[in-house]
């Protein structure tokens, strides 16, 4: 039989092609890609951001509008981009300089190009023979203009490390992890375990479990009661907080030393603060993935809170503002502070909440 194929030269190497068929026909479109990605942003997008997707690949440009909808940001339907294209007498397809100049126009904030890079496999005769489904690599990449000064806002990139089968699916979870990298939702790096992308799934499930949000939540409600309504309480009586509050019997501690008192009566996780130029060396970030979403959030201040993983710990950050005249007065006066010139309203650092997986 392989003679009549016009094998015979090839049955040595037989066993090995047939076991690769057999492997990649055993691939499912539930199987989670192995990636490796990288991204950063400098300004997110929220829900009165109006963006613009546009790219060549169908299959990009379409799951990269499914996961910008299922985030609630709304889209501006390129079909009319086209149409004003049209009217203006540009040529087709439309240029990205002309894109980013019309999008203005149609009052878009942000334009979002999406590339594609696809690698099919070739096949050889066994493949024919089998009836394999063709084999794919891709390196698929995202980046956010600002529509007004083209400045690029967020970006993300991510590719297949192993090859796949279902093209669609493939691109649609290399989308997922683009964004979630570029967006501070999953580190950098190589990543096979399907964490925060799950194959199959239009939503992003975060990293982490959810509870980092709520302690960081609760933190930062009792830290803005206690700066707001009780420092003002008690500064009514003459009573005023004071780093070295237990040696005056009228005074009581700052918003910071209340935080972190908070924090030293916990067991299960650690809940602080850290910033870039504080007080104390000893609330420096403690890791270099600390340090980075500490840069990100400060950057970004309107994300609120950053989720991440960090070695064996899930942690997270909440932006933490001068929002009282007592911690601009501490911080620009203190005879260790390396930054003197906050303004009540500044972001001074992060409540930070680490726990154990």
Known sequence: MLQKLGFSHSIPRLAGLVLLVVIASCQSHNTPLVTET????????????????????????????????????????????????????????????????LSKTLGAKQVIFVDADVYKSQGDDIAVVFRQA??????????????????????????????????????????????AT??????????????????????????????????????????????????????????KPD???????????????????AGRELEDFELSLIGLT???????????????????????PATGMVTFEDGNQFKGLAADLAIADSCVACHNTHPTSPKRDFKKGDVMGAIVVRFNK
């Open 38 to 101: 990288d991204g950063s942003y400098l300004r997110l997008p929220d829900n009165s951001t109006k963006a613009l997707v546009w790219g060549t690949d169908p299959d990009a440009v379409k799951s990269l509008k499914t996961w910008l909808l299922k985030q609630r940001i709304p889209l501006i339907d390129d079909v009319k981009l086209n149409q004003l294209a049209s009217e203006m007498g540009l040529h087709q397809p439309v240029s990205n300089p002309d894109v980013l100049k």
């Open 134 to 179: 063709p084999v794919y690599k891709v390196s698929l990449f995202i980046r956010a203009l600002n529509a007004e000064t083209g400045e690029i806002d967020w970006s993300g990139k991510a590719q297949s490390i192993e090859s796949f089968t279902n093209l669609s699916d493939g691109i649609h979870q290399l989308t997922c992890h683009a964004l």
């Open 182 to 239: 570029a967006w501070g939702l999953r580190e950098a790096g190589r990543a096979g375990a399907p964490s925060v992308c799950l194959p199959g799934q239009n939503v992003m499930v975060r990293a982490e479990p959810p509870t980092a949000r709520y302690i960081l939540t609760i933190a930062k409600a009792f830290r803005t009661v206690y700066a707001k309504q009780i420092v003002a309480q008690a500064a009514r009586s003459n009573v």
């Open 243 to 261: 780093e070295d509050w237990t040696k005056d019997d009228h005074a009581i501690m700052l918003p910071a030393q209340f935080l972190k008192a």
């Open 278 to 300: 504080p007080v104390y060396k000893e609330n420096l970030p403690k890791t270099k993935a600390e340090e980075d979403a500490l840069k990100r959030l400060m950057a970004n």
